[in-house]
């Protein structure tokens, strides 16, 4: 980077969220030295990673609460299906199945549909969903301008890359499907521009949880 360049957004938030590489670290330093204009966006992508953080606490507060209630429910709907004598086994069977049948018509080749709004705040951040399936991924776009299609790139909680692909805008939404299931943790959803000058547009947070 040279010294008069300002640093790129994406840099930028990478170093605020202490993913980049110490080589390009002391390069960003060292332009923060004499650039009061990036130290000013550094604050402002500092606050937004404080808010992110601060949004993925509250949903895995959430997620939990709801396990241990709908855990509660089950345990509550499946006592009567506990072990009994043999002349009740006809019964408990037929009761089995009506919990067991909706259950199997869930085919987990499925797509299941998630609504992503940004996650600049914790009141719209973004419930979780079950893994093992894959997802169709609708982003809202309210706010940005219009566009054919919109590079989209799945990374970690640590920042790595897991899935990349393209969505095409649909009523207010960029809509793309994942034919890659998951696996249980926090996600970055980057809604991307064409090349060139390729530049994150917005960003959600998806929420994987294990699958029952």
């Known amino acids: 980077m040279m010294p008069n360049e300002h640093v790129q957004e994406e840099i930028l938030e990478s170093y605020a969220l202490k993913r980049l590489p110490g080589e390009e670290r002391d390069g960003v330093e060292d332009h923060l030295l004499i650039c009061e204009q990036c130290r000013r966006r550094l604050e402002e992508a500092e606050q937004d ?6 949004a993925a606490g509250r949903i895995r507060k959430e997620a939990e609460f709801f396990r241990t209630r709908r855990r509660q429910r ?18 408990v069977a037929a009761v089995t199945a009506i919990f067991l049948v909706p259950m199997l ?14 996650t600049r705040s914790v009141e719209t951040a973004t419930p979780a969903v079950r893994g093992r399936v894959r997802l169709k991924l609708k982003m809202d776009l309210t706010g940005l301008a219009a566009s054919g299609q919109y590079p989209v790139a799945v990374v970690d909680a640590d920042g790595r890359s897991i899935w990349q692909g393209t969505a095409t805008p649909a009523g207010g939404e960029a809509v793309v499907t994942m034919a890659q299931a998951l696996q249980p ?6 809604l991307m521009t064409t090349p060139p000058g390729r530049r994150l547009l917005r960003e959600y947070l998806l929420q994987v ?4």
């Open 49 to 54: 990673v404080r808010a992110w953080k601060l």
């Open 74 to 91: 089950w345990e509550r709907v499946t006592a009567p299906l506990r072990p009994r004598p043999l002349w009740a086994l006809s019964g």
């Open 105 to 118: 018509r869930n085919d987990p080749e499925s797509y299941r549909e998630v609504s992503l709004r940004t």
């Open 185 to 190: 943790g926090d996600y970055w959803v980057r």
């Open 209 to 212: 949880e294990p699958s029952r």
